[in-house]
């Protein structure tokens, strides 16, 4: 599924990078890229427990996640929060 982020702090290339090496040393977690002008973080995720461990890696480097992950639906644009 591909999911959306809101990167508390994504202003610079130093941030941008150091949340890309992480979400790429994340098990499940593939073809991240990032928005950084809009603080998004798009990925692709193969499960819940793959999110959860994003979101705590990047807390703990100082770029939590504002709000709740979003699911793009690609097909037909839509939006779906993720609880």
Known sequence: MKIEFKSHILKCKDCADAVMKKAASIEGISNAHLDVPNGYLILDCISHNALISLEMSLAEIG?????????????NDSETELI
């Open 63 to 75: 770029h939590p996640i504002k709000g709740f992950p979003i699911e793009v639906n690609e097909a």
